[in-house]
């Protein structure tokens, strides 16, 4: 197994496409695992995956799609037997452009083929978050914390909403609506999309 030029190939690869610190981590993980193993297939259940990352299972689902996508992994899984990797060798090192597959959510643990579509690009970073919440006109300086903590959060939660973890296709539409909310928040408890008040029909 080429390990040592995989890893190089790989670091070629993230500094034109920067994949997160998560997705770095399992990637280089399965590397690993591929090189003791002496085989570019393997099996390993994601149990383990987390356990060794210390990341939850949703998150090594989510990480382990995102992989795929970046043409870094291919895997296919079966129910109550481990997953099966395939570390690909031919992938192409420049700036790509990410493919708009479907994305998963989760119920129950378990990983669901969703109709909500949203590219890993589509995350935005920190500063473009803040720089387009002070366009806004709901926007308070004092509330800046409480906007980056929901960023936070978001980041913390995959990019899903809070309460029903669905990805947040439209993260723009998605603050502004609950950025008027965000000021009555008492400063510990975060908001969520469910403390938005509905009207009851009389």
Known sequence: MYYLELIQRFWMFNQNNPIGATAVSMYLYLLKTGYETDSYDFKISDIMVGNELKITRKTVKIVKLKLKDSGLIDFSTKNGTACIYKL???????????????????????????????????????????????????????????????????????????????????????????LPYLKDMDGTNEMVLSDIPKINRP
């Open 88 to 178: 690909l060798l031919n992938y192409p090192t420049e700036a790509i452009q990410y493919k708009q597959n479907k994305v998963m959510s989760i119920e129950d643990g378990e990983c669901i083929i969703d109709d909500h579509r949203l590219r890993y690009k589509e995350i935005p970073t920190l500063s473009e978050f803040l720089t387009y919440v002070r366009t806004l006109k709901p926007y308070q300086s004092q509330i800046e914390t409480k906007v980056i903590i929901k960023y936070n959060h978001w980041l913390q939660n995959n990019w899903c909403s809070d309460n029903t973890n669905r990805p947040i296709n439209n993260w723009k539409a998605t603050i502004k609506s609950i």
